[in-house]
């Protein structure tokens, strides 16, 4: 289930993203929002990140040796 939410995160944010591009692109700097699309990237690149760390603590996920 948790592997699940992180991957809808990450989804999330690279669509965050592309919606920041589209928007710096097209629409020219007359708006704002390109700000608030990266803004939410970044606050779900936050939240995604302590998810990660809430998962790792709790034993739900373990990282994979090197």
């Known amino acids: 289930m ?6 809808a995160g990450l989804i999330a944010v690279v669509l965050s993203l592309a919606s920041g591009l589209f ?3 097209y629409d020219k700097g007359e708006s704002k ?5 990266l803004s939410v990237r970044v606050g779900l690149s936050v939240l ?3 998810l990660l760390l809430l998962a790792w603590s709790q034993g739900m996920i373990k990282p994979h040796g090197m």
């Open 23 to 25: 928007f710096l692109v």
């Open 2 to 7: 948790v592997k699940i939410i992180i991957l």
């Open 33 to 37: 929002k390109m700000v608030n699309a």
């Open 48 to 50: 995604l990140f302590l």
